[in-house]
């Protein structure tokens, strides 16, 4: 069975930086595009930003472009949010995502929740100001 898994989330002050990973067991990340997304309380799960199958495309918010870089390691079955310069408004919970429907060799952004169809549990980031 598929796993997405979230980890590095925390309480940070305003300016700071912090590193999400998501691993997924179960399958190989290597053919399918990912993406990340967050949700604060209130609002509806927003898009963040995702990543090609080989990294070869990112695509980003514009509320988080030019802070926050994605990256993915398939080898390690694994990928990362570099987020900095945090700022209170990015408060949510992180969320992963995967499209396992069928391999993405396409470099095409997906920007919609429905656009994927496994998700992980989540990780608080917390930012204080």
């Known amino acids: 069975q598929v796993q997405l898994v979230e980890s590095g989330g925390g309480l940070v002050r305003a300016g700071d930086s912090l590193r999400l990973s998501c691993t997924m067991s179960g399958r190989a990340i290597t053919v399918y595009h990912m993406g990340w997304f967050r949700q604060a309380p209130g609002k509806e799960r927003e898009f963040v930003a995702s990543i090609s199958w080989n990294g070869g495309r990112t695509d980003y918010a514009d509320s988080v472009q030019g802070r926050f870089t994605t990256s993915r390691d398939n080898a390690k079955n694994m990928m990362y949010l570099q987020m900095n310069s945090l700022k209170p408004e990015d408060t949510a919970v992180y969320y992963c995502?995967?499209?396992?429907?069928?391999?993405?060799?396409?470099?095409?952004?997906?920007?919609?929740?429905?656009?994927?169809?496994?998700w992980g549990q989540g990780t608080q980031v917390t930012v204080s100001s």
């Open positions: 995502a995967t499209d396992l429907k069928e391999p993405d060799w396409s470099q095409v952004p997906k920007r919609r929740v429905s656009d994927y169809s496994n």
